[in-house]
Antibody
Framework: QVQLQESGPGLVKPSQTMSLTCTVS??????????WSWIRQHPGKGLEWIGY???????YYNPSLKSRVTISVDTSKNQFSLKLSSVTAADTAVYYC?????????WGQGTLVTVSS | EIVLTQSPGTLSLSPGERATLSCRASQSVSSSYLAWYQQKPGQAPRLLIYGASSRATGIPDRFSGSGSGTDFTLTISRLEPEDFAVYYC???????????FGGGTKVEIK
């Protein structure tokens, strides 16, 4: 059973860079066949795809966030990470990491990140 | 960019009734890459349907998906108390690559 767990600061100041890490257990990122994704959900709103990465390091980002997003992978730790720069209050959301192959079959529990001074 | 429009926004029904949720795409979507999710408050979404009509592991057969091209439907044949939740459709496109979610349909108790 694959499990994903997000970790990182729950509070970030405006204009700073937020960083989250997703630790995968029960399966190896480097085994291939899946993309590893970040998805967010603003309070009371719908789901927004941020981007995803393959174990090789290939990345694809949502065009609306592309200029501020970096997703990286550390196969030795079985982790992948999200960095979002120049955050504002509009980036306050629950951030989910997920396994994806055309559809998302495993999700992390989600972590709330609040942008506030 | 493909836009997914879900309707209705809210569906008010009683337990035991049939629920029909619509997901319409702004251009044709590969059925292989159309999925449905259920989300309850405070929880991550849960995969219900993938490939437009295949049930995910452990999903009861009262949930069914259908459709092709630009029109897709999620049907819950007889609503159980635990089915009242928000439902999202999602598509994956390879050119350009990316995921798109619909805005969601809330199924609430009437």
């Amino acid at each position: 059973q694959v499990q994903l767990q997000e970790s990182g600061p729950g509070l970030v100041k405006p204009s700073q860079t937020m960083s989250l890490t997703c630790t995968v257990s029960g399966g190896s990122i480097s085994s291939g066949g899946y993309y590893w994704s970040w998805i967010r959900q603003h309070p009371g709103k719908g789901l927004e795809w941020i981007g995803y990465i393959y174990y090789s390091g290939s990345t694809y980002y949502n065009p609306s966030l592309k200029s501020r997003v970096t997703i990286s992978v550390d196969t030795s730790k079985n982790q992948f990470s999200l960095k979002l720069s120049s955050v504002t209050a509009a980036d306050t959301a629950v951030y989910y990491c997920a396994r994806f192959d055309g559809f998302v079959d495993y999700w992390g529990q989600g972590t709330l990140v609040t942008v506030s001074s | 960019e493909i836009v997914l429009t879900q309707s209705p926004g809210t569906l008010s029904l009683s337990p035991g009734e049939r629920a029909t949720l619509s997901c319409r795409a702004s251009q044709s979507v590969s059925s292989s890459y159309l999925a449905w999710y259920q989300q309850k408050p405070g929880q991550a979404p849960r995969l219900l349907i993938y490939g437009a009509s295949s049930r995910a592991t452990g999903i009861p057969d009262r949930f069914s998906g259908s459709g092709s091209g630009t029109d897709f439907t999620l049907t819950i044949s007889r609503l159980e108390p635990e089915d009242f939740a928000v439902y999202y459709c999602q598509q994956y496109g390879s050119s350009p690559p990316g995921l798109t979610f619909g805005g969601g349909t809330k199924v609430e108790i009437k």
